[in-house]
């Protein structure tokens, strides 16, 4: 996936939240004053790059989504633990579980994850063992 922009994610999430907008919808579900110039050229750009595309309705055109948030979001956090936390899984969500204030749920979902995780890792070495 390449690369997004702020703005261009800013556009994104209008698309992933909607389903499809036409240019004047994403332009009013913007937090930033932007002209409708700018956000038609941002949703050029996104056609452009196979993230997102648009069909005729009536006079205007409604953009949609190719790319899902999540695979999104697979390759944006992979990015951000390889450039920032220098690849290391562990300091990235160190920072994330330290900075952000969890709820009581979330933290038995984390605690869940990783012991699904460790259970993983212990069961090839109980095979070789028996």
Not at 21 to 40: G, S
Not at 49 to 55: C, E, H, N, P, T
Not at 86 to 110: F, I, N, W, Y
Request: proline letters at 2%; aromatic letters at 4%.
């Amino acid at each position: 996936m390449s690369t997004l922009t702020r703005r261009e994610m800013d556009i994104m999430a209008v698309l992933w939240d909607q389903g499809s907008a036409t240019v004047a919808e994403v332009r009013d579900r913007l937090d930033d004053d932007l002209a409708y110039n700018t956000v038609l050229t941002i949703l050029r750009i996104l056609e452009r790059k196979g993230l997102a595309g648009r069909q005729k309705h009536g006079r205007a055109h409604r953009y949609r989504p190719l790319l899902g948030r999540a695979e999104a979001g697979r390759s944006i956090l992979g990015r951000l633990r390889d450039k920032v936390f220098c690849g290391s899984a562990e300091l990235l969500m160190t920072q994330l579980v330290t900075e952000e204030q969890l709820s009581p749920d979330a933290v038995k979902r984390l605690r869940w994850l990783l012991n699904q995780q460790l259970a993983a890792e212990d069961r090839p070495e109980q095979e070789e063992e028996e």
